[in-house]
């Protein structure tokens, strides 16, 4: 079982990992953008409840709560973009609840790593678990006002997307060059070329996040 888990770890990363790149140099709003948007999505959602069972399986506390975090990024950023009903209402809620029980995870496991050495929470001490933590209250916080408001603007709405999704291929990007830099030839390693996908992900996230805040006119697609 195990086996099958991994096999569909590693093809779900491949295809999000493609599908991610490609969406960044697709015209947006484009036909194509949206059904590699889509294969992006899926693929990412597989790669991280898989990645969850693993994790628990290998007492790997962070990934768990990591590849939750993917799958919650990914659904909150699908339901921002999509018309409002009962359903994505009822779901909304539901994400909300799960980015809650994140935040006191990575709170738990901060307050553990403080007091043991990282080698007892497989190698991760206490400011991997601050840094995801933070990032899931901010997120949390931009839920709150989304339940509390009634309409966001385009603008708001586009750039809640646009992060969240950016900021999962990132994070599936560092885990498989950073975290898995043992897996490259050593020449890539040494020279650094290892970190240019990880970079590039990053600075695209900044880029079209400054665009959409100061582009003057917002038309949603």
């Known amino acids: 079982m195990s086996a099958i888990f991994l096999g569909l770890h590693i093809t779900a990363g491949i295809v999000g990992l493609i599908a991610g790149f490609t969406v960044i140099f697709l015209q947006k709003g484009s036909v194509t953008h949206k059904n590699t948007g889509w294969v992006f999505l899926l693929a990412m959602l597989v790669l991280g409840l898989t990645g969850s069972i693993i994790a628990y399986a290998k007492h790997i506390p962070l990934s768990m709560l990591n590849g939750m975090l993917l799958c919650y990024l990914l659904l909150t ?11 994505s209402a009822l779901l909304n809620k539901a994400l909300f609840g799960l980015a809650a029980t994140l935040v006191a995870g990575y709170g738990y496991y901060f307050y ?110």
Not at 77 to 87: D, E, G, H, K, Y
Not at 137 to 151: G, P
Not at 180 to 207: H, T
Request: hydrophobic share 60%; charged share 10%.
């Open 77 to 87: 950023s699908l339901t921002t973009i999509r018309a409002a009903s009962s359903v």
């Open 112 to 221: 553990l790593a403080i007091g043991v050495s990282p080698a007892k929470l497989a190698g991760f001490g206490p400011a991997a678990y601050a840094v995801f933590g933070v990032i899931t209250v901010y997120a949390l916080a931009e839920d709150i006002v989304v339940l509390c408001s009634e309409r966001l603007s385009s603008r708001m709405t586009l750039i809640r997307h646009l992060w969240r999704m950016l900021f999962v291929l990132f994070m599936a990007t560092a885990a498989v060059f950073l975290g898995q830099a043992k897996l490259f030839p050593a020449p890539l390693v040494q020279s650094g070329a290892i970190f240019v996908p990880v970079v590039f992900v990053l600075l695209s996230l900044f880029y079209w996040l400054f665009k959409v805040l100061f582009k003057k006119q917002i038309i949603k697609n």
